[in-house]
């Protein structure tokens, strides 16, 4: 069995493989490039947006029972997300009635001479 195969096969795969591979390092530069660019630009921003005045109420804190009132809200809030359920598994047998339709029998068919 010999296979004669043209020359031009053998650049038409070269050029396929380079364009695929080509491809797969310029996809695996540019996700990795990608967080540094963001993190540069929310710096950039950071910078640009310097707070003019400080706020009047900075350093003080809500009172014990609006904290109170808030971790309660966030407790209850956070325990009704799950139902409670059982963790018993019950499998029973269902008796199924014979039906015709799932029986082989009728589907042989016998030649009498």
């Known amino acids: 069995m010999n296979i004669d195969v043209d020359p031009s096969n053998y650049m038409i795969a070269a050029v396929g493989y380079v364009i695929v591979f080509s491809a797969l390092l310029m ?37 014990g029972i609006e904290n109170a009132a808030i971790a309660a809200t966030i407790h209850l809030y956070f325990n009704e997300l799950h139902d409670e359920e059982s963790t018993i598994i019950t499998i029973k047998k269902v008796k199924k009635d014979y039906s015709p339709w799932s029986s082989k029998i009728y589907g042989v068919s016998s030649f009498q001479k």
């Open 27 to 63: 996809l695996y530069l540019v996700f990795n490039n990608v967080p540094k660019v963001l993190i540069l630009i929310t710096k950039l921003n950071a910078l640009r947006t310097k707070p003019d005045k400080k706020c009047d109420k900075c350093g003080e804190f809500l009172p």
